[in-house]
């Protein structure tokens, strides 16, 4: 014993860290930081180590080359002890520190955390987030599969809207004029050198202002943050009613990160590694690429903007997004921190929180794609063609073999981005089912020049028959004065 | 030295030491910005006639998919050097070759001959067969290569990813009169 207290003076006579190490581990806060509700930063922190180790394991074997990522990819998850696993850590590990670093910024938000002092502690907060998006889309790059290949096109095609500098850009973002080798070089300096790098070095000085400035005291409506004020009022909380920082508020962060640990672990075992998906074969085209899990929202947005607003939205958006989070602090930086007072925080958080899962479960399910293979995949239903007349059942043959099911469903099977034709009879009459096909119109293809009359009859006829039993079908102002007429 | 303001002998030897840092840095790191941009070229400056092939793959009213190697390959691009697209034989010499990528957000489009449609996986954009926009979200219609006919070959000027700011075709020959 007294061997290793003498290794730990020699060792301590030169390091000196004993004082900073036991100030800042002593360090009072108020005891009602001791919560449960402030154990999300530092999980953030925990998966970020995993992030790091996990990710210099993956490098061992990872050749960042177009020809061979995905080679390699395959051999770690099938040839290499442990490498599914080692792939399914770092894969299930992302998307655990993207959950956790969201719902520290919401709790911080909520708990009225950025206000002062602690703006600058927001700031980096607000990039350590943009930089962690920016880890999940450039591993997904790195992923080198079918999806980051059409991902990357879909990212050029946003940077191609820039005004004036769109085409420096795509080449700058491609290293070179395709999706190429050039471009998986690029995402993996910046997945493995540049982005972790500025992510140390801000986690650092993020941790350094919490431990400097104090963690941010329980918000109590009426406790109203004055900046003549605060300090000292925090330093007499930290003093009169507090508890040193270890192990009093530790011990539930470390309870914490286990369990988030232990969650990444268990995702990684049941669920397996993400990928690869098909090699990147552009002349593959049978694809339908997609983003991950956390940018689904993003690309359910993009297919419900209406063309001319598109460009003006994906370019402005982003950056009023990130200008407003960046000025909150000093927008709001003094005033009421507990949320019994501030209900337009409440709301703005609940707003965006449902919108983000609305557009998430949209994206999940894309109703706006068309189904490439419902056509010649999903039959017509047999009730409905068993008492049909040979028109009718030729008209159901032109429905399949014109495509219209990848847009529209018949018993519940086919596209979404059109209505379904379930009963459609009973919003169309005769004459609007001929006009809604040679015309199209309503985001439908005009089919004049594909169906000749004979089919148009056919497939009309059919339409006519799609509508319940018990319904009476669509009449047009003309049909209706004449039956009124007869009565 | 009592007063801050002081200038010594040991300050202003700092000062030049950190100016002469100053210059050697920027004289070392002016020249790579330039390797940094050096994917960045003019207008046309990837792009190359490329053979498409015979004549004969592609059979008169029909519309077919063919690919060519990217003329700016790099030997570690292995798949990805290659560019499919769709080409549309109308008689004879008449071609229209289209890009493979929707111009909505470049996802590869698939053609329907059966409807004459093109369709788009990702967002829902469809286009007819001479590459106009029918629905969805593109604001504009399929983008096109040139082509002349050599020697009983299609050649197509191609080189890079066809995008809003590239719009792949550098004439503007096909513009539909309006009205």
Request: charged share 15%.
């Amino acid at each position: 014993m007294s061997r290793l207290k003498q290794i730990y003076g020699w060792f301590e006579r030169r390091l000196q860290l004993e004082g900073p190490i036991k100030e800042a581990a002593l360090h009072p806060v108020p005891r009602s930081t001791a919560s449960w509700w402030y154990v999300f930063g530092s999980a953030a922190m925990t998966l970020l180590m995993l992030q790091i180790v996990t990710g210099i394991l993956l490098a061992i074997i990872y050749v960042p080359s177009g020809s061979e990522a995905w080679k390699t990819l395959d051999q770690l998850n099938h040839q290499l002890y442990l490498g599914w696993f080692l792939r399914a850590m770092h894969g299930w590990g992302s998307n655990f520190m993207v959950a956790v670093v969201l719902i520290h910024m919401a709790q911080v938000f909520m708990f009225g955390a950025y206000k002062f002092p602690r703006e600058l502690t927001w700031v980096l907060g607000v990039f350590l987030l943009l930089m962690t998006l920016g880890m999940a889309f450039t591993g997904q790059v790195l992923r080198f599969d079918q999806d980051a290949y059409w991902g990357l096109g879909i990212g050029a095609s946003i940077m191609s809207r820039v005004p004036f500098i769109g085409g420096p850009l795509v080449h700058l973002l491609l290293g070179g004029p395709i999706i190429a080798g050039a471009t998986l070089s690029r995402f993996f300096a910046l997945h493995v050198f540049v982005i972790p790098g500025l992510m140390l070095l801000f986690t650092g000085l993020h941790v350094w202002m919490v431990l400097k400035l104090g963690i941010n005291e329980w918000p109590m409506p009426g406790r109203i943050v004055r900046r003549e004020t605060y300090i000292q009022e925090y330093n007499e909380l930290a003093h009169r009613d507090g508890v040193p920082f270890v192990p009093d508020a530790l011990w539930k962060d470390l309870f914490f990160s286990a369990g988030i640990l232990a969650a990444v672990a268990v995702c990684a075992v049941l669920f397996g590694p993400y990928g690869p998906g098909g090699q990147p074969d552009p002349t593959i085209i049978q694809t339908a690429p997609k983003p991950d899990f956390f940018f689904l929202w993003l690309f359910a947005v993009l297919s419900y903007l209406p063309p001319q607003l598109e460009t003006p939205f994906v370019l402005i958006a982003p950056a009023v997004g990130i200008l407003v989070l960046l000025a909150l602090p000093f927008v709001a930086g003094v005033g009421e921190k507990s949320w019994h007072r501030r209900p337009v925080a409440v709301l703005v958080l609940v707003t965006v929180a449902v919108s983000w899962g609305v557009f998430t479960h949209l994206g999940v399910h894309t109703p706006w794609s068309p189904v490439m293979d419902a056509w010649s995949g999903d039959p017509i239903p047999q009730k409905l063609v068993h008492r049909e007349t040979p028109l009718e059942r030729q008209g159901a043959v032109v429905f399949q073999a014109k495509q219209c099911r990848n847009c529209h469903s018949i018993g519940g099977l086919g596209g979404q981005r059109g209505p379904a034709l379930d009963d459609v009879a009973t919003r169309l009459t005769e004459d609007q089912l001929i006009r809604q096909v040679l015309q199209g119109g309503g985001n439908m293809p005009a089919y004049g020049k594909n169906l000749s009359p004979p089919e148009v009859n056919a497939l009309v006829r059919f339409l006519e028959t799609l509508k319940p039993a018990n319904q009476p079908a669509a009449v047009d102002a003309s049909q209706q004065a004449q039956v009124q007429s007869e009565k | 030295m009592s007063d801050g303001k002081q200038v010594t002998r040991r300050t202003l030897l700092m000062k030049i030491g950190i100016a002469m840092n100053a210059v050697v840095g920027i004289a070392i790191a002016t020249p790579v910005i330039g390797y940094l941009f050096s994917p960045v070229k003019r207008k046309g400056a990837y792009n190359q006639w490329i053979s498409l092939g015979s004549l004969n793959q592609f059979p008169e009213g029909q519309t077919r998919l063919a690919e060519f190697i990217n003329p700016f390959k790099r030997a570690q691009d292995g798949d990805t050097a290659k560019t499919p697209c769709w080409v549309r034989r109308l008689s004879g010499n008449k071609f229209q070759v289209f890009a493979i990528n929707c111009a909505h957000l470049g996802c590869p489009v698939r053609w329907f001959p059966q409807s004459e449609l093109f369709m788009c996986p990702c967002h829902g954009g469809v286009y007819y067969a001479n590459g106009d926009r029918a629905s969805g979200p593109p604001e504009r219609g399929l983008f096109q290569y040139d082509y002349k006919v050599v020697g009983g070959e299609l050649h197509i000027n191609a080189g890079q990813m066809p995008t809003l700011a590239n719009e792949a075709m550098a004439r503007k020959e096909k513009l539909v009169c309006l009205g």
